[in-house]
């Protein structure tokens, strides 16, 4: 059984360009969720999907920001016209479903110039 | 609203001893869950612990064992036997009655472990 898988694990990007980061979670898990990480502090909730529909989305995703979970499978996360305050580690868990344990993919650390 | 705090930003222990790291929660919820995770420098967040609200016994895992002071909103971590390993950052984290599960992080607290 292998654990939550990201891709690319550093990403850097000049202002104004797009990414897009790809999750692949424990297979069979129904929940995937995003995560964004800034220096110092703790990881903050983005979005969520069960199977493949995405439920709760936070505030702090703007309209820049997409994500999508086709097939319920692998999930990715694109944000357009990145800004320097995008710079974070952007982590992806996942989960059986409901209150379980999520298990936490290494992140993508993304540093916008 | 949940909220977890964690007041210590820093910890130094030995090698071979014990520590423990502060974590209070905040919750109106009936039924939550509490969570440690350890991120290494690496970046990846290793689950620890789990404690759930209606538990009446301490979780333990390992050399992990979790103080559950409902009364208090209390969830510390106490890691015995540290190992030069366990220096990380180390998060408390909930969940809720919320249907989403999401997890409520605190700030963390660095962890480093003296030969």
Redesign the interface.
């Known amino acids: 059984d292998t654990g939550v898988s990201q891709n690319p694990r550093h990403k850097i990007t000049k202002r104004g360009q797009n990414v897009t980061f790809r999750c692949d979670p424990i297979s069979e898990h129904n929940?995937l969720?995003w995560?964004r990480q800034t220096l110092?502090?703790?990881?903050?909730?983005l979005t969520?999907f069960q199977n493949e529909a995405q439920?709760?989305k936070s505030r702090l995703l703007s309209d820049r920001f997409s994500a999508e979970r086709p097939k319920g499978s692998f999930s990715t996360l694109e944000i357009q016209r990145t800004e320097q305050g995008d710079s974070a580690?952007y982590?992806c868990?996942s989960?059986p479903a409901?209150?379980?344990?999520?298990?936490?993919?290494?992140?993508t650390?993304l540093l916008v110039l | 609203a949940q909220k977890i705090t964690q007041t210590q930003p820093g910890m130094f222990v030995q090698e071979k001893e014990a520590v423990t790291l502060d974590c209070t929660y905040d919750t109106s919820d009936q039924s939550y869950g509490l969570f440690w995770y350890k991120q290494p420098s690496s970046g990846e967040m290793i689950f620890l612990i789990y404690q759930g609200s209606y538990d009446e016994q301490n979780a333990t895992e390992g050399r992990y064992s979790l103080n559950f002071q409902k009364a208090r909103k209390s969830a510390n971590l106490v890691i015995s036997a540290s190992q030069l390993g366990d220096s990380a950052m180390y998060f408390c984290a909930m969940i809720g009655e919320d249907s989403s599960y999401k997890l409520i992080f605190g700030s963390g607290t660095r962890l480093l472990v003296r030969p």
């Open positions: 929940r969720y995560y110092g502090q703790g990881p903050e909730f969520y439920l709760e580690m982590l868990a989960s409901g209150p379980e344990t999520q298990y936490f993919g290494p992140g650390r």
